[in-house]
Each structure stands twice: as C-alpha cells, then as structure tokens.
C-alpha cells in the first residue's frame, strides 16, 4: 500500500473541540452487546499562535468518545483542560516544555529561578495524551510523567490533577498499566533508588476501596528493580506482568539526567535532547516475584542479556511449564524510534516518509522465552525445552543467560505496533491472538491480526483510510478467545465524512458496521473500551 496522495498529514492538523455530541451515519448493524463508550487520546493542538509544537507527543490532548447506545452511535471530543492547556491557551504561546518542544522561559525569571524551578519538579508536562485507564472508580488521562489528570468519562470534563510523587517514590509512571480483574493496579517508573542512585518501582494500587476513600492514597511500592547504569535510567514505556511473575527489560535508550538538569538550566532543550543510546549495553531482561506475601514481590537477581532493542510495547506474557513467555513488539538496535517521530518527518511527502523510514530501526514482533529454574553448571546449552518455540536462552562462563528470540512476525519497515488482546480472559495466560495497528514506514494504515501460535496474519486495510489501535471487546457469550469485535477509530480525509469508528469481526477481520462523523479526528494513540 503507497500513499503518494500524503492524506496522513491530515492526522496531525489542529481541531476544535466539539461543543455537544454528533450524531454518526450507521452502516452495518451495531451489535447489541455495544452499550458503552470507546475513549481515546491523543494530541489535538499542533500549535500555540504562533509557535508549533514540534514532536508527535507534544500537541495538547485532546479526549475522544463514541458513545453505543440501541443501535445508535455519537461521537464527542474535548481538550483536556490539563496546566500545560490551559496556560497556552491562556498566553498564546507554549508555556509548559513538551516532549520535543521547548518553552521559552517566562523573561521576568532568571537562569537560576528556572533551574530550580524545574529541580522542584514544578514545570514538568501534565499533558496527558497517552492513554486513560480506571482507578478504583475513577478514570484518569495520562501520559509517562508523575501528573495524571482525572476526568469524567460522560461530560469529558477536566477534575482533577493528581501528582503521584506525593504518595510514591517514582519520578513518573508508563501510561501502560496492568489491571488485575478486581480492579489492581501496576504500573512502573523512574525512581531514586538506594544511595542515589536510580532504580524502577512497580507501583501497586489497591481496587475500590469500601470507605469510599481514594485507592491512589494507599499506593504501595512491591518491588524494585536495578538500574544498569547509577544516573542513566533506560526510558520505560510498558512492561509485562503475568500471574506470579513481572518482567521488565530495560533497553539502551537512556535519560541523562545530569544532561537534562544542566540543559534545562543553561539553553532551551527538551527531553528529547536529553535521551542517548549505550551502544554497548545491549538489552537486560529482569524479572520478580509479584507477590511473596503481604503484597511484597521479590526480585530475582538472574542477568538475561539479549541484543539491543527498542520496546514500547508488551503484547503479552505467561507462565509455561518453568519459563516466562514474554511477546513484545520490538525495533532492532539501539538508535531511539522516537528520533523518527518529529512532526516534520511524518507530515512529508510519501518519497521523504519512506526515506527516513529506511534510516529508522526495523520493527519486529518477538517472543523471549526466561528460564526461572537455572543452575550455573549448564553453561552452553539451551535451557529452554518448550516444544512449540525456536527461543533460547543459554548461560555463558560469566553466568549472564543470554536469549535469542522467536520471530513472530516481521516484515520490512512494516510494524505490528499499538497491540491488543483479548486481555480481560487471557491476559497474563497462555494466549493465540494479538491485534495491531500496522505501521507502513510509520505511517497507519491497516489492523492486523496475528495468531502467535502458527504466525498466520489477517489483515483489514482500504485505501487513503489511516486507523488507529484495535480495541478488543468481548461478546458476551462467546466461547473462543477471538468472538468478539475489534473498535479502531478511522480518518478517510479524501471521503465525504472524515472520520469514522470502525467495527470489525475479531475472527476474520470482516466489517461488521462503521459510525461515520462529519468532523476531522487526528491522531490517536490508546484507550479504552467503557461498558
């Protein structure tokens, strides 16, 4: 599929917030199961008057809603009306420094005044375009830094930002959590660990608590994991969580932290600048205990090693047999993907795009399978004796276990990337389906579905249309682990209506109905089906 036309770069264009619900032109038949709401985030802003916002995580959020109801679909949208929003919107101009973006600083504050400003935290993004997820009874915008924001899922209405650093030692949180079915909830970040030196916290979040009280309030730390270099934190976006075990795997994309202080202090820098590669570091695979008792985990202190990867994105892990299955969508070497995401890059022409895109990691959707009985006596052989995988894991003279993956799926400069499963039936257990957005020289513009069993794929895909993350929900009654319906969120720019909600059959791929709205959608990146 090409795209000389260059549609995309309708994706990442501003948009007004929308001032009521529109009603969306139905074909197809709405299943009768859908009776909730799909919400979704991602940047809506590309530019404060007159100063752009310059990476793809760098627009204002904005909050997505299709909302199901008799068979009817309306679609609604609104800013979140988070510090960084605000405060632009309010002085015409980028106040708050962004990913990529840096905020020219308030002229009556002088170096010093700055740089402890930023020491104390106070300037960091609250801009939470990631992702949302439930807390206890409440639901929260996010993105990877210690503020989430609190919304209200029916008006779309800004409540609250809560910074997480006032009941957790974490310098900031992925925006990809683990939910346990009672409503738990683990996450990881940054901290400063023991004799200042950094280390990552799995966060655990207790479900609704019965006296009503706030389940952030009882945050706990379950356990640490090492840093591989004292100030060089690994950038962190996911990690893997199956029923006894968390995995972590820490890449050689690192945060230099005294970098970041000293660049913020002296010129204009951004986190981006901020960001290096250890070319020589490889990639470390950690794994703990989730729970040893009184909510405790244990790290295990066993040092896998594998080649260098970037990773965003767990599919999913699980326990077989004495291993850890660890799915993970990955780009192969060390340079960071997120280098290839200026604005600047994905809205040129198609020629440029797929350019850049030759430049760029390669994807590649891989299987580690981590041995948890090991003996040092078993140097050089393979310790993995799973029947159904071609991954090893083999202990070298040093005792470091070295794993070489499976290939599940890969193709040139085309992603499987922003996965899904049917995560409320198997996540954390053995599975057979993922579902992705499918990257072309990074530009989306198909769903795939991936059995991870026999590598066989299915693809839905029409021309000039740019989805976005499948989300999996289940019928109701159904047996098999894909019965069910994939929600993806669709710009057409060339069609009559823009945009629209896709519904597709999770077992062939096949269009099931879509909702189409007369209002240009951009670029989203996750979210969740509300029943």
Same mark, same amino acid.
């Given at each position: #599929?090409?795209?000389?036309? /260059? /549609?995309?770069k309708k994706i990442f264009e501003t948009v007004e917030e929308l001032s009521e619900p529109v009603p969306a032109t139905v074909t197809g038949r709405i299943p009768s199961f859908l009776k909730g709401s799909l919400l979704r985030l991602g940047p809506g802003l590309f530019e404060v008057g007159d100063e752009p916002f310059y990476h793809l995580f760098d627009g204002q959020a904005l909050m997505h809603k299709f909302d199901f109801k008799n068979g009817q679909v309306t679609y609604f949208n609104k800013y979140v009306k988070t510090d960084a929003y605000v405060r632009a919107i309010t002085e015409k101009r980028v106040v708050i420094t962004e990913f990529g973006t840096f905020a020219y600083p308030d002229p009556c504050k002088n170096i010093f005044s700055r740089f402890f400003t930023y020491f104390k935290g106070v300037e960091v993004t609250d801009n939470c375009l990631v992702n949302v997820y439930p807390i206890g009874e409440d639901y929260y915008a996010v993105t990877e830094t210690n503020y989430i924001t609190k919304v209200n899922t029916d008006t779309l209405d800004t409540l609250k930002k809560v910074d997480l650093c006032n009941y957790v030692n974490i310098n900031g949180v992925t925006a990809h959590p683990h939910i346990e079915r009672d409503g738990t909830v683990f996450n990881i970040g940054n901290c400063m660990g023991k004799g200042a030196s950094l280390a990552y916290n799995v966060v655990r979040i207790p479900p609704t608590q019965k006296d009503k009280s706030d389940p952030i309030e009882k945050s706990k730390v379950v356990v640490q994991f090492p840093s591989a270099e004292r100030f060089k934190p690994s950038y962190v976006h996911s990690f893997g969580m199956s029923e006894n075990y968390f995995v972590f795997v820490e890449t050689p994309v690192k945060i230099n932290l005294l970098k970041f202080l000293s660049a913020w202090s002296i010129r204009g820098s951004n986190y981006m600048d901020c960001f290096e590669s250890n070319e020589v570091l490889g990639t470390l695979f950690h794994i703990a205990r989730k729970d040893i008792g009184g909510g405790q985990g244990e790290y295990i202190d066993h040092k896998f090693r594998a080649a260098p990867i970037n990773l965003f994105h767990h599919i999913n892990t699980y326990e077989d047999n004495g291993f850890i299955v660890a799915d993970v969508c990955t780009w192969k070497g060390f340079e960071f993907v997120y280098n290839y995401l200026w604005l600047a890059n994905l809205r040129s022409n198609w020629e440029e795009v797929k350019k850049a895109a030759m430049m760029a990691p390669q994807p590649e959707v891989r299987r580690y399978v981590i041995p948890?009985? =090991? $003996?040092?006596? &078993?140097? /050089?052989?393979?310790? =993995?004796?799973?029947?159904? *995988?071609?991954? *090893?894991?083999? #202990?070298?003279?040093? +005792?470091?276990?070295? !794993? &070489?993956? &499976?290939? !599940?799926?890969? /193709?040139?400069?085309?992603?499987?990337?922003?996965?899904?499963?049917?995560? &409320?039936? $198997?996540? +954390?257990?053995?599975?057979?389906?993922?579902?992705? !957005? +499918? !990257?072309?020289?990074?530009?989306p513009d198909r769903i795939i579905k991936l059995n991870v069993k026999t590598k066989e794929t299915w693809v839905w895909q029409e021309p000039d249309s740019y989805p976005s993350e499948p989300l999996f929900v289940q019928t109701p009654d159904g047996v098999d682990e894909d019965d069910g319906v994939l929600l993806t969120v669709v710009v057409s720019p060339g069609a009559q209506k823009s945009g629209y909600m896709l519904i597709l059959n999770a077992k062939d791929m096949s269009e099931i109905a879509r909702a189409e709205v007369d209002c240009p959608i951009p670029v989203t990146f996750h979210g969740m089906y509300k029943k």
């Open positions: #599929m090409y795209h000389p036309a /260059g /549609g995309y948890l009985d =090991i $003996h040092r006596e &078993e140097q /050089g052989k393979n310790l =993995i004796c799973l029947p159904y *995988t071609t991954a *090893t894991a083999v #202990m070298r003279t040093d +005792g470091t276990i070295w !794993l &070489e993956p &499976e290939v !599940l799926f890969s /193709g040139p400069r085309q992603a499987f990337e922003f996965p899904q499963i049917n995560y &409320e039936k $198997h996540g +954390g257990k053995n599975y057979t389906y993922a579902y992705a !957005l +499918g !990257l072309n020289h990074f530009i």
